[in-house]
Antibody, heavy 127, light 110 residues
Framework: QVQLQESGPGLVKPSQTLSLTCTVS??????????WSWIRQPAGKGLEWIGR???????NYNPSLKSRVTISVDTSKNQFSLKLSSVTAADTAVYYC???????????????????WGQGTTVTVSS | QSVLTQPPSASGTPGQRVTISCSGS????????VYWYQQLPGTAPKLLIY???QRPSGVPDRFSGSKSGTSASLAISGLRSEDEADYYC???????????FGGGTKLTVL
C-alpha cells in the first residue's frame, strides 16, 4: 500500500524559499500512470491546488503561484519536492502531497482523482 | 472567494439523507469531471467520488455523486455520526488551467 510522507522545515522566514519533500513508500514513484501533486490549506480555510508533476517531468502549476513554484521529482530517491520562493505570511498553511491517477489515449488525458494523501505538514512563515 | 461554490454548512440526523451542492461554470464543472473529497477533523482529505459519480474501492455506497450542467451534488444516505466532516468538490478549470476546489461544506450530524 502506497504511503506518502511530507518533510521539511516548519518555519520559514519571509522572502526565503519554502522547500518540502514528499517521500513515497510502498511502491515506485515511476511505476503506473500517476501524477504527484502539492495542495495547501491555511488554518481554518479551504484547499488550494499548487501543482503537479508527472514522472515524465511534465508539470502543471497554479497560475497564481506559477512564478514562485517549482515541483521536481527524484526517482532514485522515490521522492518529489516543492519549492516556493519569496514566501510571505500568506503562504502559511498545512501542505499536503498527494498521488493522482490518470490514463491517456491518443494524447487525451483521463483523470481519476487524488487517491493517496500524505498526513500534511504545517509551514509557518514568520521572522 | 472560491471558483466552485458550496454551502458553508449542512446538517442532518442519523439515518437521514443529505445533499451538498457544488456550483461552477462552463469552464470547470460544465466541461470536466467533478471530484469529491472528505476531510475528517485533523486529517488529510480522502477521495470520496471521482469522475462525477464513481466511488473508489472502500467507499460505502451510501455516498453518491451526480452532475448536471454546471452543478454537481454529493448525496449521503443513512447518515452516520462518523460522516461529520468537511466536504470539498473539485474540478479542472479550462480557463484558469488549474484544479479548483469549492470552499468546503461542514457537515454536522445532529
Amino acid at each position: 500500500q502506497v504511503q506518502l510522507q511530507e518533510s521539511g522545515p516548519g518555519l520559514v522566514k519571509p522572502s526565503q524559499t519554502l522547500s518540502l519533500t514528499c517521500t513515497v513508500s510502498g511502491g515506485s514513484i515511476s511505476s503506473g500512470s500517476y501524477y504527484w501533486s502539492w495542495i495547501r490549506q491555511p488554518a481554518g480555510k479551504g484547499l488550494e491546488w499548487i501543482g503537479r508533476i508527472y514522472t515524465s517531468g511534465s508539470t502543471n502549476y497554479n497560475p497564481s503561484l506559477k512564478s514562485r513554484v517549482t515541483i521536481s521529482v527524484d526517482t532514485s530517491k522515490n521522492q518529489f519536492s516543492l519549492k516556493l520562493s519569496s514566501v510571505t505570511a500568506a503562504d502559511t498553511a498545512v501542505y499536503y502531497c498527494a498521488r493522482g491517477q490518470y490514463s491517456s489515449s491518443s494524447g487525451v488525458y483521463y483523470y481519476y482523482g487524488m487517491d493517496v494523501w500524505g498526513q500534511g505538514t504545517t509551514v509557518t512563515v514568520s521572522s | 472567494q472560491s471558483v466552485l461554490t458550496q454551502p458553508p454548512s449542512a446538517s442532518g440526523t442519523p439515518g437521514q439523507r443529505v445533499t451538498i451542492s457544488c456550483s461552477g461554470s462552463s469552464s470547470n464543472i460544465g466541461s470536466n469531471y467533478v471530484y469529491w473529497y472528505q476531510q475528517l477533523p485533523g486529517t488529510a482529505p480522502k477521495l470520496l467520488i471521482y469522475r462525477n459519480n464513481q466511488r473508489p474501492s472502500g467507499v460505502p455506497d451510501r455516498f453518491s455523486g451526480s452532475k448536471s450542467g454546471t452543478s454537481a451534488s454529493l448525496a449521503i444516505s443513512g447518515l452516520r455520526s462518523e460522516d461529520e466532516a468537511d466536504y470539498y468538490c473539485a474540478a479542472w478549470d479550462d480557463s484558469l488551467s488549474v484544479v479548483v476546489f469549492g470552499g468546503g461544506t461542514k457537515l454536522t450530524v445532529l
